[in-house]
Structure formats: structure tokens, C-alpha cells
């Protein structure tokens, strides 16, 4: 990883992926066109995949890469959780449920700043997901189109968010093992 080189095609990617964002309220909120959000949400979930790829195939992996990344997939899911809530395709009680689990990770930053670590690295478990639940919340907001397929695609929607909102909660508790592993580690050492 090269701390110095911020400025990447990788990051490009992802601070596009970022500028999404507002687009996709908008279009949801004000505009209320279910395709073109839909359509922004597709491209954030492929450009999540294609910023890590070119980060490691053109070894252009940076500090400002390994922090911005996951900062963007988390905004994004927190952007489309709160959307849909407010567009009313999914209930409330998801958006708090998925809300606490970051409130959760948060909590975790004092113990490793203590040790001079600033961030977890990102496990396979969180990976995953994350990509449920970007994938599972664009076909949620699909199934607020009409049509047989816009139902199908809801319940396909449905199974991946619950079992993206699952994943998300099993990596928080690895999250927390490891913390208190770490923590252990340095106590000794310290």
C-alpha cells in the first residue's frame, strides 16, 4: 500500500461513486422516478466492485483508498435506507436496525485509537454484506414499479437485504472479537 499516492484511478471511482449519492435522493425524493435511482444505485454497486479490482490489479491500493471506500459504502447504504424509508418501500424499523449496527462500530474507534490503529480491515463477512444490502435495497426500490417481475423482484430485494442486515451484524461481532483480541495483545505487550 503507498500511504502517498492518494490521488488513484481507484479513488476516482470511488469519489464518483460518492457524487452519486445526492443524485440518488433526488431522483428518489424529489423526482420520484424509481428507474433513474434505480439506475444509480446499479452503477454504485459495479463501481464498488471495479474501484477494488483496479486497486489491486494496478497496484494503486492507498491509505486514502482502504478509508474512503468502505466510508462511501456505508454512506451509500445509509443514503438508500433512509431514502427508501422515506419513499415508504421499507419499513422503519430496518433503517434503526441497520443505523445501531454503525452506531456499534462507532464505539469501537476509542479502543483503537488507544493502540494507534485507525481503522478494522474489512472482512469477507462485511464484504458480503455490503453487497447484499446493495444489491438487495435497488431491488426493493424496483418492486415499487409496477408488474408481476417488480413483485418478484421485491421478494428477491427482501431476501437480500435481510440477509445483507444479518452478514452486517455477524461482522460487527467479529469486529468486536477482534478488538478485544487486539486489545488483549497490546496489554501484554504493553
Known sequence: MNPWR??????AVTLLRL???PLFLYLLLVREDYFWS?????????????DGYLARKFNQISRLGVL?????????????????????????????LIALRDVALLAL??????MGISALPVTYIGKAGTFALLWGFP?????????????VMAAAGWAFALWGTYLYWWALVRYFVQTRTLLEDHKRKG
Open 6 to 11: 492518494p490521488l488513484t484511478i481507484p479513488n
Open 109 to 114: 474507534i476509542p479502543s483503537l485509537r488507544k
Open 38 to 50: 434505480l439506475c444509480v444505485l446499479i452503477i454504485a454497486g459495479a463501481t464498488d466492485w471495479v
Open 68 to 96: 474512503l471506500d468502505p466510508m462511501v459504502d456505508r454512506m451509500y447504504i445509509a443514503a438508500t435506507v433512509l431514502g427508501l424509508a422515506l419513499a415508504s418501500l421499507i419499513p422503519w424499523w430496518l433503517v434503526i
Open 139 to 151: 431491488l426493493i426500490l424496483l418492486g415499487g414499479l409496477d408488474g408481476t417481475v417488480a413483485t
Open 19 to 21: 457524487f452519486g449519492i
